[in-house]
């Protein structure tokens, strides 16, 4: 029977597990919080060409840090299964899980918005039936004009939607082909190395052929090294602390990543990235940024994974109110961008106007009763299929569920 035990005590390593897989959860708020807040900063006109500017448009590298947080949790199961010689994952029963856990939420979400434009100027791209079924069905980045406003921010859902779909492919090839069924780490190392060189080659594909559609910018390659680095990431805790990985234990000094994170961070905000776009349209910045922002999501996540102090981050990220916010980050994901839309309305601010806090605080203030409603109706509604809580506060105690579950909320797809 699937039931919580109690904490054993602070300094268990039972205890410092269930931290870390909270910490997995709540690092989730923490990246939609930045993604609210670029938000926010775009529509009061705080993407300017400076410094301050550029702090607000980075904000974004919240998108990385879910692609790499996917990568990560969805890859374990190939890992385990490449190191172990287990049998490969159901692709059935994984791509259920992920239409279950994906679906139900944005279907409501996409046919709420089209029925609010209905009385609203939905402008010009997006409208009518065809634009709904786009949306409905994920293929909203492929082809011009398809973004429905209130709904702009679900570029990055269909992009994780098309990394859930080549994953098992990936994986297998991985499994089957590369590591052959046996422990072959170095090569495992290797293939997720290339997968990380698609992305610096389709920027200069896409971005120096005026031929490719405009689109394909957003499309998969794009961002497949965030994806893949994540899955490295997964690689190396699987085998940090064992035998000749002992090192990797030693290696991630959360301090000194963070540090990496913060100079990474403050580099992306400077002229090397590029203009206030998620892919510049130099190929050059384009190929930086997408490595300053990798550097930064694996500055924040490494200790949360790897190592024996998860660090500021993870201690940040175990707190109550974080994970809560992150059990909900996928519906606080879905609905910010709408609820953004009406408030700067309702403050009455010109367009590219106003205050950029007060737009950002009330529209938390609206998304998060909003998210936490729809993640409760939509969690006793539509089944799980078993899915475990992550560990979870009660009485002040913390209740650590007694196995383990890559199902976990921390899963859950939520991208800018």
């Not at 949790?73 to 490449?82: D, I, M, N, T």
């Not at 170095?186 to 689109?215: G, K, Q, Y």
């Amino acid at each position: 029977m699937r039931t919580p035990v109690g904490n054993p005590g602070p300094d268990t390593p039972s205890h410092r597990a269930a931290e870390r897989i909270a910490a997995l959860t709540g690092i989730r708020a923490i990246a939609a919080l930045l993604v609210v807040l670029a938000h926010a900063g775009y529509w009061t006109g705080r993407y300017t060409n400076d410094l301050l500017g550029g702090f607000f448009s980075r904000l974004e590298v919240g998108v990385t840090m879910f692609f790499m947080l996917s990568g990560f949790l969805l890859f374990r199961g190939w890992v385990r299964a490449a190191q172990r010689a287990r049998p490969l994952p159901s692709t059935t029963e994984y791509l259920r899980h992920r239409a279950r856990r994906v679906l139900p939420a944005y279907w409501f979400v996409v046919t709420v918005v089209y029925l609010i434009y209905l009385v609203r100027d939905p402008g010009p791209i997006g409208g009518g039936f065809d634009g709904y079924l786009r949306n409905m069905t994920l293929t909203q980045i492929y082809g011009f004009g398809h973004l429905h406003l209130g709904l702009t921010q679900t570029w990055s859902l269909a992009v994780e939607a098309s990394f859930y779909v080549v994953l098992p492919l990936i994986g297998w090839f991985a499994v089957r082909v590369v590591c052959r069924g046996g422990p072959h780490p170095i090569r495992l190392t290797a293939l997720l190395c290339a997968l990380m060189l698609v992305t610096p080659l389709w920027h200069l594909f896409t971005l120096e052929n005026d031929s490719i559609d405009f689109t394909a910018r957003l499309w998969l390659p794009g961002f497949m090294a965030w994806f893949a680095g994540g899955m490295l990431l997964a690689l190396a805790a699987h085998h940090a602390g064992r035998g000749r990985a002992q090192w990797l234990v030693r290696a991630v000094n959360p301090y000194l990543l963070l540090l990496f994170a913060a100079v990474a961070f403050f580099m992306a905000c400077t002229p090397l990235g590029g203009e206030a776009t998620i892919t510049p349209q130099d190929p050059g910045a384009a190929i930086i940024k997408s490595a300053l922002y990798l550097v930064i999501a694996f500055g924040l996540m490494a200790p949360l994974v790897i190592g024996d102090d998860p660090g500021p981050v993870g201690w940040l990220c175990s707190r109550r109110p974080v994970v809560w916010l992150g059990e909900i980050s996928y519906e606080l994901f879905l609905v910010h961008v709408m609820v953004l839309e009406l408030v700067v309305d309702v403050l009455g601010y010109k367009p590219f106007q106003g205050s950029t806090l007060v737009a950002f605080f009330v529209t938390l203030a609206i998304s998060v009763p909003l998210a936490a409603g729809l993640h409760r109706a939509l969690g006793r509604w539509i089944p799980t299929g078993g899915r475990l809580r992550p560990p979870h506060w009660h009485g002040g105690r913390l209740l650590i569920p007694q196995r383990a579950n890559v199902s976990s909320r921390a899963d859950a797809p939520d991208a800018g």
